[in-house]
């Protein structure tokens, strides 16, 4: 079965950090960009930052760069988010997605999500 | 950063009724625009993809147009697991960034 499988959320005061983990099975994660979007509580959706297949072309949000880093293990099949000087504002449900169905769908549409994990700063 | 503005916020309809979502871009984006449908607690859900192209397993009540600025998403007969809010979002300038319009929350009148 195709899917991703987000971890690592939780509660943590203001300024600290929080790494998430995105697991990918079911395909050869490898291939795929990935990205992070996140939703705070009642609001709507918010892309994070985006990493190619290879690892080697990175972009972020304005409101998270300097603070988060998005890496990759293709022999792990895993998506990372190294989240620092972590804000209030931070608060969110944090989905990593992709495009599985490349010959298909445009670059920036995503047809695969993780069910999300959620991080709460808060002191 | 281009913005996309969608109306109304939110919505009441009755099960059988045509429901009209509009999205607007603050700049011309083409036709890079997809839509998306999210319940509550679940991951969003793409439902068109390039402004008007069906993606695969979603019911064909579901329809979408437009280009450049103004675009919108049409549920020909609404159906009771249609209650959700739909999210635009335009992938013009992806991978260097991508954004998601403000969601309109379809409610059961």
């Known amino acids: 079965e195709v899917q991703l499988v987000e971890s690592g959320g939780g509660l943590v005061q203001p300024g600290g950090s929080l790494r998430l983990s995105c697991a990918a099975s079911?395909?050869?994660?490898?291939?795929?960009?990935m990205n992070w979007v996140r939703q705070a509580p009642g609001k709507g959706l918010e892309w994070v930052s985006y990493i190619s297949s290879s690892g080697s072309t990175i972009y972020y949000a304005d409101s998270v760069k300097g603070r988060f880093t998005i890496s990759r293990d293709n022999a792990k099949n895993s998506l990372y988010l190294q989240m620092n000087s972590l804000r209030a504002e931070d608060t969110a449900v944090y989905y990593c997605?992709?495009?599985?169905?490349?010959?298909?769908?445009?670059?920036?549409?995503?047809?695969?999500w993780g069910q999300g994990t959620m991080v709460t700063v808060s002191s | 950063a281009i913005q996309l503005t969608q109306s109304p916020s939110s919505l009441s309809a009755s099960v059988g009724d045509r429901v009209t979502i509009t999205c607007r871009a603050s700049?011309?984006?083409?036709?890079?625009l997809a839509w998306y449908q999210q319940k509550p607690g679940k991951a969003p859900k793409l439902l068109i993809y390039?402004?008007?192209s069906l993606e695969s397993g979603v019911p064909s009540r579901f329809s979408g147009s437009g280009s450049g600025t103004d675009f919108t998403l049409t549920i020909s007969s609404l159906q009771p697991e249609d209650f959700a809010t739909y999210y635009c979002q335009q992938f013009n300038s992806y991978p260097q960034g991508l954004t998601f319009g403000g969601g309109t929350k379809v409610e059961i009148k």
């Open positions: 079911g395909f050869t994660f490898s291939s795929y960009e």
């Open positions: 997605a992709s495009r599985l169905r490349w010959l298909r769908l445009p670059l920036g549409a995503f047809d695969i």
């Open positions: 700049q011309g984006i083409s036709s890079a």
């Open positions: 390039d402004a008007s």
